[in-house]
């Protein structure tokens, strides 16, 4: 099946810093993917739609400014959290989609003291 | 808006009984219905989808789920868990066309399968 990473896996940062998670797409093509959030003990929340070549698309509600999406190739897509606060903690995960079906990353564990 | 809702948000059971998960979904259009599964630490993975066709669909692990279209359902079950399937179980729904890849998730179901 198709194959999609992330990286990193984990990060602890500084409240006020910014940080960056790539999702990438190993085996296939994604003209498109996906953003979401997960809560400890709650489901997956989208988040945002990455679209390569143009602007991502928002959730309502999700601060487009804050949660940073560039799609810049078409196996690769970065969301940067920036000026991030602990109540932006929270596992992070991307997928892609292949003939209808998502494929999800591992996600990125995102800590902010 | 669509919205995915599970009944159950936590099932405890022993080994060798029977599972069953609920899973309605609220649209009255053509939908596409998935369930996966996250094992503890790792990554979300499918379990099995439905797309069309016979509304009875066979998964992996021994898994199935029921497409009911007058019911809005699409219920997981198992006839017999074993201690590795104690997971999380999330049901999930993209609506067919244009936006069809957009996935819209249920609260999830944590399932403990006792030795």
């Known amino acids: 099946g198709a194959v999609v990473s992330q990286h990193p896996s984990w990060v602890i940062c500084k409240s006020g810093t910014s940080v960056k998670i790539e999702c990438r797409s190993l085996?296939?093509?994604?003209?498109?993917m996906f953003w979401y959030r997960q809560f400890p003990k709650q489901s997956l929340m989208l988040m945002a739609t990455?679209?390569?070549?143009?602007?991502?698309?928002?959730e309502q509600g999700v601060e487009k400014d804050k949660f940073l999406i560039n799609h810049a190739s078409l196996t690769l897509s970065t969301l940067t959290v920036t000026s991030a606060h602990p109540e932006d903690s929270s596992f992070y995960i991307c997928?892609?989609?292949?003939?209808?079906?998502?494929?999800f990353g591992p996600g990125t564990r995102l800590t902010v003291l | 808006a669509q919205s995915v809702s599970q009944h159950n948000h936590h099932v405890i059971l022993s080994e060798a009984a029977s599972l069953e998960l609920g899973c309605n979904y609220s649209?009255?259009?053509?939908?596409?219905l998935f369930w996966y599964v996250q094992y503890p630490g790792q990554h979300l993975q499918l379990l099995l989808k439905?797309?069309?066709?016979?509304?009875l669909v066979k998964g992996i692990k021994g898994f199935e789920a029921e497409f009911i279209k007058s019911k809005f359902s699409f219920n997981l079950r198992k006839p017999s868990v074993q201690w590795s399937d104690t997971a999380e179980y999330f049901c999930?729904?993209?609506?067919?066309?244009?936006?069809?890849?957009?996935?819209?998730f249920g609260g999830g179901t944590r399932v403990l399968v006792k030795p």
């Open positions: 997928s892609a989609p292949v003939y209808g079906e998502q494929f």
């Open positions: 085996d296939f093509q994604a003209t498109t």
């Open positions: 990455s679209n390569e070549g143009s602007k991502a698309t928002y």
């Open positions: 649209y009255g259009g053509t939908v596409n």
């Open positions: 439905y797309f069309s066709g016979d509304p």
């Open positions: 999930a729904v993209t609506l067919t066309g244009a936006a069809g890849n957009k996935l819209t």
